[in-house]
T-cell receptor, first 110, second 113 residues
Framework: GQSLEQPSEVTAVEGAIVQINCTYQ??????LSWYQQHDGGAPTFLSY????GLEETGRFSSFLSRSDSYGYLLLQELQMKDSASYFC???????????FGPGTRLSVLP | DTAVSQTPKYLVTQMGNDKSIKCEQN?????MYWYKQDSKKFLKIMFS???????INETVPNRFSPKSPDKAHLNLHINSLELGDSAVYFC????????????FGPGTRLTVT
């Protein structure tokens, strides 16, 4: 089975940097994805780590450490529109199981 | 053009009724999914189809039955609706069963009274 843990809430101010952590316990772990979901909206894909290290996509970066069963999403130069829920998600190496974490609600304050 | 579409967007019905939600993707993807998101925003996979073949069937009551007439469509039929079925149901698709990037539809908010 697979399970992922994330903080339930994070608050930061505009222009700041915030890190959202995700720890996982999985069998046959293959990779870690990150999704953003605004209230009333659908999840949208942000980033993926299949290998250890940092992946950068504009203001967003994601990191994975397989040895620590840990990853994080880093959001830089926070904007009000970044207020949303962020989910980490893992898949196993058979493409048979795709599990989402409980989500972290990010509030960006002016 | 909408990549993944679902109908209806809202569905209000009474306990015991049977209802269906339809999903279509125009991305040419091989794999489609159904997710349930509860009131606490916990997102859980229910089913996955790859080229019309069922590949993931999580622990879901057998009142829920997916059907994929072709690889661009995945419908969800729910029998004997219960209060606990109230949730937002998302359809999603990916290039293939090993792709990590999933494209989600806008969701169907189901309310059972």
């Amino acid at each position: 089975g697979q399970s992922l843990e994330q903080p339930s809430e994070v608050t930061a101010v505009e222009g700041a940097i915030v890190q959202i952590n995700c720890t996982y316990q999985t069998s046959g772990f293959y990779g870690l994805s990150w999704y953003q979901q605004h209230d009333g909206g659908a999840p949208t894909f942000l980033s993926y780590n299949g290998l250890d290290g940092l992946e950068e996509t504009g203001r967003f970066s994601s990191f994975l450490s397989r040895s620590d069963s840990y990853g994080y999403l880093l959001l830089q130069e926070l904007q009000m529109k970044d207020s949303a829920s962020y989910f980490c998600a893992s898949e196993d190496n058979y493409g048979q199981n795709f599990v989402f974490g409980p989500g972290t609600r990010l509030s960006v304050l002016p | 053009d909408t990549a993944v579409s679902q109908t209806p967007k809202y569905l209000v019905t009474q306990m015991g009724n049977d209802k269906s939600i339809k999903c279509e993707q125009n991305l040419g993807h091989d794999t489609m999914y159904w997710y349930k998101q509860d009131s606490k925003k916990f997102l859980k996979i229910m089913f996955s189809y790859n080229n019309k073949e069922l590949i993931i069937n999580e622990t879901v009551p057998n009142r829920f039955s997916p059907k994929s007439p072709d690889k661009a469509h995945l419908n969800l039929h729910i029998n004997s609706l219960e209060l606990g079925d109230s949730a937002v149901y998302f359809c999603a698709s990916s290039q293939d069963r090993y792709s990590y990037e999933q494209y989600f539809g806008p969701g169907t908010r189901l309310t059972v009274t």
